[in-house]
């Protein structure tokens, strides 16, 4: 049962709009609230200084500064979720009160040299969660917490969190789900599964290994897999001159790297020689094993065989290393293009830099891959998915005022993870809806239970109502009723066992860098994107 909420007087089920509200929380929602902390006390509410690192880990709501650059954003969030119990605690000017739930967000808050995330990244998931809860509470009968919830640099801490956020979930205001796992880790299965176990959903924006599975795990990117099968549609255009080399990056605890390894071999061998060429480096994504980014030796191996399409099955973060070795190879002359077939969520601008990209552009090098996001979305205002407006008026104002900077959407993850706060507000808010009809209160009523009291969705409504976010097969094609229209694309979930809680009719945009930018090869007519699932969809993708 639901928790329930008495003695307060209710606002309508139905959704109400409050857009000024929420400008003036961009404007001026860094004043609001700020934590002050005790000399003694190195760490905020519900925050306990942890491991090797001494990192801050657990789960708060509260403006604890993790890294300096994270700051605004940090505080931001902080006045929101202060905004939001104070309209439910304490509302002004005789409003009635107005109830609200939690969603964690569950990542690495402090990085290293070597850790899972950059400082870039880190900032860019805050953002999109931001954008999405703003989104959220400026249109919504029921509001939304966003609590940070750090397991550590390494994901390695994830555990106690873990317990913590299952505590939460019989709260007066309840936490309902948890979203990020920014790697497909051996921790990110673990504490998936730890999650699953209390059932509690979770939503994994950018994870892409397949091998991630658990029973209350939703991933809202595309597999390995789906970005392997769009960039099979472009080499069937594009087939090069059948010469290939497969670059893998060797470390075991990398799943990401280990599982597009052998997707790349299984779907890619026949028609390009990868099991006679290929070699493998350690990603700098690690610690120890040895020196990372050896790509000298590799960058000999390919020109020597004269491969002009190179399957690279590692991080965006190694990408310049094996560029610089190849632009500066003698043996390869640069006479013929050299295409890196990649996967990934969006482009990191640690390999679009300037220099970089000359180096490309001069060696005729470059990166043709299956993504999540494209980029010519914003910069030309190109094949907008349906719901990317509305995600764009309010985060451009919220970049705008905190400086995030021109390329900070390129990685993809401001996006995703916007996505993946999009579709638990979305869920949250129908089973609110459900709970509250004649008929949900009927079922959901307890012995004594005044029939007028509205309920709040806990973490198995939730559950219950992602697994039917579907798009509908119709005589016509298809219709979305209840699917997400994601600033990433349209897409929905399903029961299916085949599909796992993936994405279906996610749309797989192939995105070139620096040359041609179509995704066409020959600067041709775009074709349609590849959609997750679309072989087993009964009807045709929106």
């Not at 905020?44 to 491991?51: D, I, R, V």
């Not at 090797?52 to 403006?63: F, L, N, R, S, Y």
């Not at 709260?171 to 497909?184: N, Q, Y």
């Not at 028609?271 to 000298?296: V, W």
Request: aromatic share 8%; hydrophobic share 35%.
């Amino acid at each position: 049962m639901s928790p329930q909420i008495r003695d307060r007087v209710w606002l309508p089920v139905h959704k109400f709009l409050a857009g000024v509200v929420c400008f003036l929380v961009l404007v001026a929602g860094a004043a609001l609230v700020a934590v002050s902390l005790d000399d003694d006390e190195p760490c905020a509410e519900g925050l306990k200084e942890t491991g090797p690192a001494k990192e801050c880990i657990g789960v708060t709501d509260e403006a604890y500064v993790f890294e300096d650059e994270l700051e605004g954003l940090i505080r931001g969030i902080a006045a929101e979720n202060a905004r939001v119990r104070k309209g439910w605690d304490s509302p002004e000017d005789g409003r009635a009160p107005i109830p609200y739930v939690r969603i964690a967000l569950m990542m690495p808050m402090t990085r290293d040299a070597s850790s899972v995330m950059t400082i870039e990244l880190i900032r860019n998931a805050l953002a999109g969660a931001h954008t999405a809860q703003l989104r959220a509470n400026q249109d919504s009968g029921m509001r939304y917490q966003l609590l940070l919830a750090n397991d550590g640099k390494d994901l390695d801490q994830w555990a106690p969190v873990v317990d913590q956020l299952a505590g939460m979930t019989d709260e007066e205001s309840p936490l309902v789900a948890v979203m990020g796992f920014p790697s497909s880790h051996p921790h990110t299965q673990r504490a998936a599964e730890a999650l699953s176990a209390r059932k509690i959903p979770v939503v994994g924006p950018v994870i892409t290994s397949p091998d991630m599975s658990a029973d209350y795990l939703f991933k809202t990117s595309a597999s390995n897999e789906h970005f392997a099968q769009a960039l099979e549609r472009y080499l069937e255009r594009e087939p090069g001159s059948g010469k290939g080399f497969l670059v893998w990056d060797s470390r075991k605890e990398d799943n990401y790297s280990v599982n597009l390894r052998q997707v790349f071999m299984n779907r890619f061998d026949k028609d390009y020689g990868l099991r006679k060429r290929n070699a493998s480096y350690l990603g700098e994504t690690g610690s120890g094993e040895g020196i990372p980014q050896l790509f000298a030796s590799i960058a000999q191996k390919i020109c020597l065989t004269k491969a002009d399409t190179v399957f690279f099955a590692g991080r965006d973060r190694d990408l310049p290393g094996l560029v610089t070795q190849l632009a500066d190879q003698a043996s390869c002359e640069h006479k013929r293009p050299i295409r890196i077939m990649k996967v990934g969520i969006g482009q990191d601008p640690v390999f679009t830099d300037e220099e970089t990209t000359e180096r490309m552009r001069k060696a005729r090098i470059t990166t043709v891959g299956g993504s999540d996001v494209d980029p010519r979305w914003w910069q030309k205002g190109e094949g907008q998915p349906p719901g990317f407006d509305a995600f764009q008026e309010v985060y451009e104002r919220l970049a705008k005022k905190l400086d995030l900077g021109g390329k900070a959407l390129d990685d993809g993850y401001t996006i995703m993870y916007h996505d993946a706060f999009t579709v638990l507000a979305q869920a949250a808010d129908e089973a609110y809806t459900a709970a509250n009809s004649e008929e949900g209160k009927r079922e959901g009523k307890d012995e004594g239970e005044d029939e007028g009291e509205p309920r709040l969705p806990s973490k198995d409504d939730v559950y219950n109502t992602m697994t039917n976010m579907n798009v509908l097969g119709t005589e016509d094609g298809s219709d979305c009723v209840n699917c997400i229209r994601g600033a990433s694309g349209t897409f929905g979930f399903d029961a299916a066992p085949e599909t796992d809680k993936w994405p279906v009719c996610k749309p797989v945009p192939v995105v070139e860098y620096p040359v041609g930018g179509s995704g066409s090869g020959s600067g041709g007519k775009r074709e349609p994107d590849y959609r997750t699932h679309e072989d087993i969809f009964d009807g045709k993708c929106l």
